[in-house]
């Protein structure tokens, strides 16, 4: 039997020893998705008979699979003679099978025929449902079976987040890979991340730095925020008790597109604006809400105006 020798980033060695869950987080030119792809095939190379499950939350065409990396890296390892490759799955060697689906065409019914797969790569994890992972975890669970994921963070609430670091499991194996653990991170995507650090610094981090979505692209301000932020102008500070506090509050707008109501607490102090974040509070309310809240209370008064008008009335009368 021949031996595969595969080059592999110091970051994911961790992930190439047995484990129930497997994860991995960044931004892009990290490596993930390769890293995974080429585990999968070393695995279904070494382990003949393995059957293997490529998901992704949403999948119309194949052409939106991780089928084309998989084809690349059986390829790549000069492997295309042990696998074979039709137009929807791979048959590897020993009468394994890797196939693609997409989580939305599935119910808790249809899912069942994926029971006895050993290995499940979900890519662009970010986008699975909580319903997904629910039914993956209890689906794929025969003897030494893996769950795989690889996403770049988007929001710390999404499912994959909340379960692999939120609340990661006792003997899962998650790393935090970005594109300087990458030995091989090619200049083309060295010369697109530096385009994006300069002009487009409000989305840097998210993309190349695998942190969570902090602004909209154009959102006011976001693009002093991140100046502000590398430069390390933004960190903990006290608020001075010889100073004012003042409150600003941005209702949101209108309409089916209202944005969160919020509050904001800051102090001048000096040239410093400090702004109280440990104890912001947003209220989803939309202005629909605040209105009908305000016309209640408005209600309220003028009903108490009127009552209290006609009880001073009567006092007249009666005084008379």
Excluded at 73 to 84: E, M, P, R, T, V
Excluded at 171 to 184: C, E, L, Q, T
Aim: charged fraction near 25%.
């Amino acid at each position: 039997m021949s031996t595969l020798r595969i080059p592999t980033a110091r970051i994911f060695e961790p992930l190439l020893k047995r484990a129930r869950y497997k994860a991995a987080f960044g931004g892009r030119g990290s490596g993930k998705s390769h890293f995974f792809g080429e585990l999968l095939v070393e695995t279904c190379q070494a382990e003949r008979g393995t059957s293997a499950v490529c998901i992704r939350e949403a999948q119309r065409t194949l052409a939106q699979s991780s089928k084309r990396l998989i084809e690349s890296k059986i390829a790549g390892l000069g492997l295309g003679h042990q696998f074979k490759i039709y137009s929807d799955k791979i048959e590897t060697p020993g009468d394994g099978l890797i196939i693609f689906r997409g989580m939305q065409d599935h119910t808790a019914d249809s899912i069942k025929s994926l029971e006895g797969f050993r290995i499940a790569w979900i890519d662009e994890a970010q986008s699975l449902s909580a319903r997904s992972l629910s039914l993956l975890r209890s689906t794929i669970r025969a003897e030494g079976s893996e769950l795989w994921a690889s996403w770049n963070p988007r929001r710390r609430s999404d499912a994959i987040d909340d379960f692999f670091r939120s609340k990661k499991p006792d003997g899962a194996v998650v790393v935090n890979a970005n594109w300087r653990d990458n030995p091989w991170f090619p200049a083309v995507l060295e010369d697109e991340r530096r385009l994006d650090l300069s002009r487009y610094p409000d989305r840097y981090d998210h993309i190349w730095e695998g942190d969570y979505v902090r602004a909209f692209e154009g959102a006011y301000f976001a693009q002093m925020l991140s100046e502000a932020r590398a430069q390390g102008r933004i960190g903990k500070v006290s608020a001075d008790p010889l100073l004012p506090l003042r409150a600003f509050i941005d209702i949101g707008g209108s309409g089916a597109s209202a944005d969160a109501f919020t509050i904001w607490i800051v102090q001048w102090a000096g040239t410093e604006l400090r702004a109280d974040f440990q104890h912001l509070r947003r209220w989803r309310k939309s202005v629909e809400q605040a209105q009908s809240y305000t016309f209640k209370a408005v209600i309220t008064i003028i009903v108490t105006g009127f009552v209290g008008a006609v009880w001073l009335g009567i006092k007249a009368m009666l005084g008379k």
